[in-house]
């Protein structure tokens, strides 16, 4: 990745944004298709595969460990070797910026016959990492933190592990589907139980790859030893990424953009309820719900207005929350965004982050110990944004500098490379 590109974006929108947009693959889908292809049996086969940075590092980390992945303009193939076909990497295994693979990734080395040394770009190697290995160490994982600071590189040997019901403090996918993975490899039954339901990619895809996986209220149960069989996945549209474009469509004037197959899994579409509760016009089209449920998104020019944003919905939007406060920015009225504290541990810490940057544009915004205050209608101008190795943080200033007079520099644009590689392009389409 090319690093420091700084992107200069002015305020010259007057007749809107208009036109279609069809959002890449989804992220978390892309990893989980790519790890659980490589511990199935025979061939899987993943269409509209998101080829950004988080995911390809995915692919290098399962090549490294003896996995045949051939990555074509229309298709990835991955030649799966079922639960014990890995091999010892001949060097250490880098994650890059991407915390669902080392997390995710870690669940599966726990149960190898090998040791691996995971490490990360200096965003990675500041991310707690604890949250997983206390529930791997508990299944009798050896997981050490190299540096012994609870964070990446880890040094992972490979052990039996055991069945365990592990009661999460945070509602988290990565610890969740780390423990699901590990426990595949488990003598007994591996249960997870989260304060509220996270992400459910895992448990929908694994069962459709043959492992015995069930859920029951905010548990999920998964038995050792599937028959993971290659399957054929198609991602859909990524609705962390669209969520870009609804924030656009709703916040600039005069605006109307079809956003076309988007995943709405109930456990990522929070930003959907929240854009409608205040106040925003976006009709749901064309929508499907065999496996993951996707639809098209019309989205029109909206009045918004403030609201509370808390409890159960959080973990649905925990990644749509920077454009969130984008939006609140442009509401009128106060909105208030509580038990959020997860967002400190993101890429960056995405509460200090927000607050510095959208005080810098002019709004009226104060973090909280697990949250934001905004107060939305003062008029915002440019400012020069650092985005902190963090793709969202990146992405949420460029909408923001198409409200704003003036210039907006963003400093790490390159980071849209992470989860969104085209996304200055599909932004720009929107213009005429
Ligand atoms: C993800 C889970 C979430 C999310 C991340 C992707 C996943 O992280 O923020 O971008 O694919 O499982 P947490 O598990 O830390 O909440």
Redesign the pocket.
Known sequence: MKTNTIKTLHENITNGLHGEVTIPGD???S??AVMFGAIARGTTEVTNFLQGADCLSTIDCFRRLGIEIENTPDKIRIHGKGLHGLHAPSSVLDAGNS??TT??ISGILAAQSFETTLTGDASIRKRPMR?IMEPLSLMGADISSVNRNDCAPLHIKGKSLHGIHYRSK????????AVLLAGLYADGETKVTEPVI??N??EIMLRYFGADIRTEGHTAIVRPNPDLTGQSVNVPGDI?SAAYFIAAGLCVPNSEILIRNVGINPTRDGILKVAQAMGGDITLLNEKHDGEPTADLLVRSSSLHGITIEGDII?TL??ELPIINIMAAAAEGTTVIKDAA?LK???SNRIDVMVEYLSAMGADITGTDDGMIITGGRPLHGAVIDSHMDHRIAMSFSIAALLAQGETIIKGSELVEI?YPSFYDDLHNLRR
């Not at 945070?170 to 589907?177: E, G, L, P, R």
């Open positions: 992220k978390s889908i990893h989980r915390g669902t997390r995710l949250r945070v509602a988290s996918a990565q610890v969740k589907s996270s992400r990619h895992s962390s973990p925990i990644d997860e541990v993101k890429e989860s």
